[in-house]
Nanobody
Framework: QVQVEESGGGPVQAGGSLSLSCTAS????????????MGWFRQAPGKEREGVAC????????SYADSVKGRFTISRDNAKNTVFLQMNRLKPEDTAVYYC???????????????????????WGQGTQVTVSS
């Protein structure tokens, strides 16, 4: 089975930066990491889950939510089965639990204007808390 695990969350002051990592495992008997579209999502207390960013299997196609464009950067290292989210100029409204998710690239389409819905992602991590103080 495919498993994904996030790390790197924690407290940070407004205007600061954090880098999140997500590593996938359980791929040896199935699809390779580069067969998956990867995405980052977040959910703040009392709010709906929100898509943050997604990246195609090769990293050539990337989409961001308007709220994070210019501040967050998603990237992946397929040799290490890892996807990253670099978060800069953080704002209090970025406070949320951040989740990493994966879906086989045969199931979805990624464009520079639109990420797949969270409902389209098959595998999810447990989440990592990001808290931005004002």
């Amino acid at each position: 089975q495919v498993q994904v695990e996030e790390s790197g969350g924690g407290p940070v002051q407004a205007g600061g930066s954090l880098s999140l990592s997500c590593t996938a495992s359980g791929l040896s008997s199935g699809l390779d990491f580069d067969d998956y579209v990867m995405g980052w999502f977040r959910q703040a207390p009392g709010k709906e889950r929100e898509g943050v960013a997604c990246i195609s299997w090769s990293g050539a196609i990337i989409s961001y939510a308007d709220s994070v464009k210019g501040r967050f950067t998603i990237s992946r290292d397929n040799a290490k089965n890892t996807v990253f989210l670099q978060m800069n100029r953080l704002k209090p409204e970025d406070t949320a639990v951040y989740y990493c998710a994966a879906v086989p690239d045969s199931k979805v389409v990624v464009t520079t204007k639109l990420c797949p819905s969270g409902d389209d992602f098959t595998y999810w991590g447990q989440g990592t808390q990001v808290t931005v103080s004002s």
